[in-house]
């Protein structure tokens, strides 16, 4: 038997509607997102997922989600066959791969900590399916820093170091952006994002990329601070490369 | 291998009696055995360090480890801190009150006192050199005149010893800290945190897991009518349906079926009528009021009345508003024979492995409760019900069984800060001093010491009365950063500015005229400075306010400048001064500082949990507005305790001034008085 579900998550609570929002966001804190529907959400294309607003740039995504029975899919330069396309993408990462460093945190695309990178754009996996990014590649937390000291040492081999990491998360733990850590890798995921659109990115630039995810223990100024590094460092490092490759020419 | 290992009593990590708090509430855990192992030091020089405390965002893992580190010379790198796994560490009643941590901290500093000098004692022996000779230094214990001449401890520990903690083992002092107090000190679990290897309770998953849906009421208090399973349990990969102490829930092969499974599940509910709704909330606490117990009493209020030249009154308002950690809720039970392993976000692994031993009527030696990373807690993951569930789900289905909550779950069914109403009078001289103070604080919750904390006023009124009510509570409620003082703080504070502003002084220069006490003077002193305080009016149309508290025996004053742009209140800085004596972590104590600042920002604008007959409107995030990054004001924090003051909590004093402070800024910019929280719901 196949159940057809609705799109958006089986943990959307969608049983406790309230009668009328008290609390609707400042116009300024939507404004990202309501310039991403406007221009068909290239300015911003992690600010795409607000339940009703908008949903996800990414075509693949929208309206009906088609149902492929066994969806091909690479996941941390891993190919994967999922054995259900209209499995939540956030439940297949967490649950199957049991790539945990992805997290739950409100499942309806509000919160930020599901975030993960789906051919290089960040995307609220909790809001997808495995059928909507078939065929796509997926980089999760665990995926981002490719260095070989990390693999071992998150399979319990040997400590992992600074060194070791990518420097958005390099970042994050110099300037101690954290406290429970939770919403932290969705966080990091979609600086990952930003840097990757806009290297240089103003502090006005990060709030607007930011403003979707919660960071509950308040972390908020030390993140800024963070990705301001981070965008830092890797121009520092572009430069630094490119510099290299000039020389060796 | 072998282990020099380092025991002592356990009970010494509990909060202070003197609230009772911990006690009244907790009262249902008590130690299984007296002593335990603090501290292991290893052949190989290791150093492992255990606590009965958990982490949940406060950074202890690395708070314990550098006090640890820096008594026994030895790099932090080098010690490992064990927390909140029953069947590893010392009992604890829970990790609440920031004095708690404190004591821990201390009972570990003995005990790696204790380890240092039976080192040396061992060196002593090995050497042929007296004591007075050695010292101990990076891991290793070196003759003060000849450097040449020295014995790792990896190499003194020959056998397996043990040793008792020694009260007169000599603690460093703080001058002879070499990485205690550093700035940089990096935390032991970053890299893991930012790699995603981190395991909080919602990522543990053992082989063979069950995924349960549980089936809620719609509201509080609902009786279930009528139920229908039959589609539910036609589902495929539905495994199970269980029924365990009242509560039905699905168990299936994945989260989503269980989902699903329960979606389509079919209950019919008794909902009671008249259940109060939020609007009901002012009258109620007042009218229910009960149990009123005077927490401060000083001089003759009439005659303090009389003295007046005028009476100012005024009554708070304070909604509900729910925790929000970033982590729902999660628990895993597994069975083992008839032993039991559970894994659960809470804060009192004790506690509830006490609670699961009465419940299946067993010894508490075979059941472990293991507390692995929290998602935030704020004092709110005390009560972890749904780790009974899962104990009961999983001994009826024969696997391990995870139990995890949605937003929305998470929401209503733990327990939100206390709404509260306070009523204060107070009288003043025609010179403007203060004579009367009397204030009457109204708190919804079981137990009246939800209100009591902070209700003291610091301020020299002469005459006095501080009174503390009890009132009936429609939600669930329960701890919170800090708990009821940052509710009584805003109403005190808010009304001294209120006092100041009509008898025409200056919100700081009117505080201090009524402050003894130089720790709150110094902290007020030191945020107005940092701040540049020049009083409410700022220009172009800012407000600035300032106010000030105490909490878990930290003093704090915190000055707030903010724009009113019609219903939205931009909070544009904030400086801070805390005085919470010695700080064993500079870095750990400022982000805890500027989270509570964070947080209490939450409060003072826009949250406000809403309800209406039993049910909770706003569980999600879709319709709970909490601070974002673009609501996070500058923060400049500035420590200005003493170091000789033994160290108190720096994680929940944050919160208590905010809200008045921006009560104030909004006054400043606008000229309205806001008494009433969250204060963006009263712009027009
Ligand atoms: S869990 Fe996906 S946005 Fe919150
Ligand atoms: S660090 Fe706890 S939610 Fe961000």
Redesign the interface.
Known sequence: MSLSKPFGGVYADHGMRGNGRQDIPPAEMMAPVRRAIADGGRASPDLVVSRGVAQCTCSRAIGEVPVPTSPVLVVNGVERQASRGDRNLLSYLRFDLRLTGTKYGCGEGLCGACTVLVDGQPLRSCMTTVGAVAGGEVTTIEGIATHDALAAAAAGEGVATLDDLHPVQRAFVEEQAMQCGYCIPGFIMSTVGLLKREPEPSPAQVREALVEHVCRCGAYQRIERAVLRAAEEMSVRSERNTGSEGDAS | MRRLSIVGDVTVGFPASRTGYGQATYGNTAPQTQRATWIIVDGTGRVTAFAGKVE????IRTGLAVEVADELRVSMASVEVVLGDTARVPWDMGTFGSQSTARVGWQLRKAAATAREALLAMAADRLDLPVEDLEARDGAVVSRHDRSRSIPYADLIEADQEREIADHAQVTRRADFTQMGQSHL??L???D????????S??I?PEDVL?AAILHP?TYGATLRTIDLAASE???GVVQVVEEGGIFAILAE???TA??AA?IARLEWDIPQGQPSRWDMPALLVESGQDGYSTQEAGDLDAGFKQADEVIEATYYIPYIAP?????RAAVAAWEGDSLTVWAGTQRPFGLRAELASIFGMEESRIRVIAP??????GAKSPYGLAHDAARFAKAAGRPVRV?Y????ET?WSNFRPAALIRIRAGVASDGRLVAWDSHAYHAGERVMIGRRGSETPYDAGNIRSMVYRSDSPLPSGSYRSLGAAVNHFAREVHMDDIAARVGRDPVEYRLAHLTEPRFRRVLEAAADDFGWSGPRLPDGRGAGIALGIDVGSYVATAAEVSVNGR?VRVHRVSAALDCGLVVNP??AA??M??????GLGGAL?E?S?F?AG??????????????????P??DLRFVGDDETPSTGAGEPGIVPIAAAVSGAVFGATGVRHRELPI??YLD
């Open positions: 949940y965002g406060q950074n990096r935390r679990d970053g890299i945190r930012v790699t995603g290897a981190a395991r909080y919602q990522d998953l995924y719609p036609a589902l495929p994945d989260d989503e989902a699903l979606r929000m950690p970033m982590e729902p990373e929290i998602g935030g807690g704020f995890a949605t937003r929305a779950e209503m939205e870095e750990g982000n805890q500027e989270g509570a600042i964070v947080m826009f406000a809403d209406e049910r909770v409107l706003n569980p999600t995030f879709a319709r709970y507005r909490v601070p974002r990054i673009v609501d996070a500058r923060i963006q719901r």
